[in-house]
């Protein structure tokens, strides 16, 4: 019938998620979890089944199951973190758990539905730009050539130190102000010209 159907295809979406999937009852026993989850905790998942995270991890709690739990079961709301999982020294994975109470389940009880989604490679390469962006800024701020950057507009979004020693402006003097104000009116025909055509080649504004 239909609604042996719908749950096989819940079954199947559940076991084909790479994200992991969990749902507790209010005294915390595991209802349901797929398996992304059950690998995770290295459990089988008739194994998780109606057990609480002390019978399944006993004295050493798993942050990405158990954290959370109890400000989601007191005030009803949304709970978002990240965890770090760490594996195999040195290896580590970043977790980004989102957890939210639902109720009612049949029996009349509230609960806590987990999901856990694996941004380890995207943490990385935050970090990556992030150390990118430190070394640029370290070189623009170090250099003897004067530096701006203009969004679309021709407003400054930076301006280098070494402004206020050449020219006599400051960072804050020029912060938000237009590119073409220090222009002499004679020249600021060309020189918007030239940016407008520089932004369509180059698509920046340094």
């Known amino acids: 019938d239909l609604s042996r159907r719908n749950h096989a295809l819940l079954d199947a979406v559940l076991g084909e998620m790479s994200d992991v999937v969990y749902v507790k009852d209010q005294d915390g026993r595991y209802l349901l979890v797929n398996p992304s989850g059950a690998e995770i905790m290295g459990k089988a998942i008739h194994e998780v089944i109606g057990k ?7 004295i050493h709690p798993h942050a990405l199951f158990v954290e959370g739990d109890a400000q989601v079961m007191q005030s009803g709301g949304t709970q978002a ?5 760490q594996e195999q ?4 994975r970043t977790f ?3 957890k939210d109470s639902f109720g ?3 029996d009349g009880q509230n609960g806590v539905l987990g999901f856990a989604r694996d941004i380890t490679f995207r943490k ?18 170090n250099a003897y ?5 203009a969004d679309s507009e021709g407003r400054f979004l930076y301006v280098s130190p070494n402004f206020k020693e050449s020219l006599g402006y ?3 003097d020029l912060l938000g102000t237009s590119v073409f104000a220090p222009v002499h009116p004679e020249d600021r025909d060309r020189v918007v010209a030239e940016f407008c055509q520089g932004m369509k080649t180059q698509g920046s504004g340094r």
């Open 89 to 92: 020294h040195p290896v580590s």
């Open 145 to 149: 050539d004067l530096i701006t950057e």
């Open 52 to 58: 609480t995270d002390q019978e399944i991890f006993g």
């Open 104 to 106: 009612s389940l049949p």
């Open 170 to 172: 400051s960072s804050q």
């Open 124 to 141: 990385a390469a935050e970090l990556i730009i992030q150390e990118r962006e430190k070394r640029f800024r370290a070189i623009m701020e």
């Open 96 to 98: 980004l758990v989102t």
């Open 81 to 85: 973190f990240e965890v770090e999982v």
